[in-house]
């Protein structure tokens, strides 16, 4: 850290285009997926960006209609006193859970991971009928 204060003090404009500093610490970045979740046909979809990460490091739950994806991304090769320029990838564990609506089936959800996407199909039930109350 104080060299991170030295750098500043001396150039305190050279810091503007530096990633957050933890990440020039090779695995100290936060692993984070990009997830799009919508509705298609008759079921949710939830897409997460995944890249770097095999499906034997990937974990998909559903409980009480939250989805839970867990999954790590480990370091390829052993890292050792490189003169690194920049480090941008990040290492580590992650966790994203998802609130789904209440009219769907978790127990007929299916995933499939391809080219770093994962992809978990949750089928839809019959709509919820809403009903109107009159207030009195």
């Not at 009480?64 to 920049?86: A, D, P, S």
């Not at 996407?117 to 089928?123: C, D, K, Q, S, W």
């Amino acid at each position: 850290m104080e060299r991170y204060f030295d750098r500043f003090f001396r150039h305190p404009f050279s810091l503007m285009n530096q990633p957050w500093p933890f990440r020039e610490v090779p695995g100290m970045g936060e692993v984070s997926p990009s997830v799009d979740i919508f509705e298609e046909g008759g079921d949710m979809v939830v897409k997460a960006e995944l890249p770097g990460i095999s499906k034997e490091n990937l974990n998909v739950t559903i409980t009480e209609n939250t989805l839970t994806i867990t999954g790590e991304k480990k370091q390829e090769e052993k890292v050792e006193k490189k003169n690194y320029h920049r480090i941008e990838r990040s290492y580590g564990s992650f966790t994203r859970s998802f609130r789904l609506p209440d009219n769907v089936n978790g127990d007929k959800a299916r995933a499939s991971f391809k080219d770093g996407v994962l992809e978990v199909r949750v089928p839809k039930t019959k709509e919820t009928k809403q009903k109107k109350i009159t207030v009195s």
